[in-house]
């Protein structure tokens, strides 16, 4: 079962896992793999749990002014705000925008452009889920590749990152060129008002409480179940996977049982979790990955309500 607990402190980020992260805004920044490769860039970027889920989970932390540039993706991307002040921007010119906090939700659609930085005063850290097992590449709006090259990064025909500053162009490969003016056109935008259906702020989490036994809550984010039952979600999109955030002070809830591959990972709270007869502590940021149709008692005893994050494949 170790292979499938996460610490974070035993997560060993990527300093440089995109190819804009020698630039100004971007450099100051972490990208952590937590279940499965994610889109890093980072042909070296540490995985901790390898097994495929059908969604991946990742984290980036970002000094302030620090975040990723524009870029869109071909499967579902959610952030799950950890800590910090984040403005998030989108469009192929990251026109539009909304700042989001700790604890807030944003479930980005795909075939869009779409970029996030830290606008607080220090270091943010927010969790990341990408749909499917392998979520394929990312695609950079132009600007970002002719900057990146500028400090000696680039990307490869075949998609890998490549420092120009440190190494030849391998034979029979070539620098990847930026899209072009009739690609960026085919990529969807989307107003303010269209994005916020697709986010839920941490406020407006208890607006759709369900109550479950042993003094535990249910708030469903994405997808229509946990465990076996139906809930109605806060958003309302298909991304592959259910997102649930249990939420609980004190109490244990006995006997879940997952059909589907399914992982746990703590936003605030000590949880103990049994897994049949495997037990480990679940701290804030850290992640176990839950064997299909096993036993899973969980359990916690804080003075606040804590939460602790669900994923399941749908
Ligand atoms: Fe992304």
Known sequence: MNNR????????????????????????????SIVGPGVAEDSKQFVKIAMP?????????????????????TTAEVFIIYSGKWKFYWGAEGK????????????????????????????????????????????????????AKK??????????????????????????????????????????????????????????????????????????????KEYAPLINQDTGFNLSILKCNKGQITNLKFEKPTILFSRTGKWEIMIDDFQCILNPKDTISIPINSNVNIKINEQENCYLNCVTQI
């Not at 607990?5 to 952590?32: C, I, Q, W």
């Not at 906090?101 to 795909?110: K, L, N, V, Y």
């Not at 490869?156 to 490969?173: A, R, T, W, Y």
Request: aromatic content about 8%; proline content about 4%; overall charge negative.
């Open 5 to 32: 607990l996460a610490k974070f402190k035993d997560l060993v980020p990527s300093t440089l896992p995109f190819v804009e992260g020698k630039m100004d805004g971007h450099k100051e920044r972490k990208n952590y």
């Open 151 to 228: 400090t000696g990064m680039a990307l490869l025909n075949d998609n890998s990152l490549i420092d120009l500053s440190l190494n030849e162009i391998p034979k029979g490969k070539t620098i990847l060129k930026p899209i072009s003016e009739e690609e960026i056109k085919k990529f969807d935008n989307y107003k303010l008002d269209q994005i916020e259906k697709f986010i839920c702020k941490n406020n407006e989490n208890s607006k759709q409480i369900n109550k479950m036994k042993d003094n535990f809550d249910l708030i469903q984010i994405l997808g229509n179940k946990f465990e076996n």
């Open 96 to 147: 539009d925008e909304t700042i989001l906090s700790t604890g807030d939700i944003i479930s980005m659609p795909t075939n869009m452009f779409r970029a996030f930085e830290n606008v607080g005063d220090e270091e943010g850290l927010i969790f990341v889920v990408l749909g499917g097992d392998d979520p394929g590449i990312i695609t950079w709006v132009p600007s970002v590749l002719e900057k």
């Open 53 to 73: 889920h059908s969604f991946n989970l990742g984290a980036v932390s970002a000094m302030p002014k620090n975040g990723s540039g524009l870029h869109s993706h």
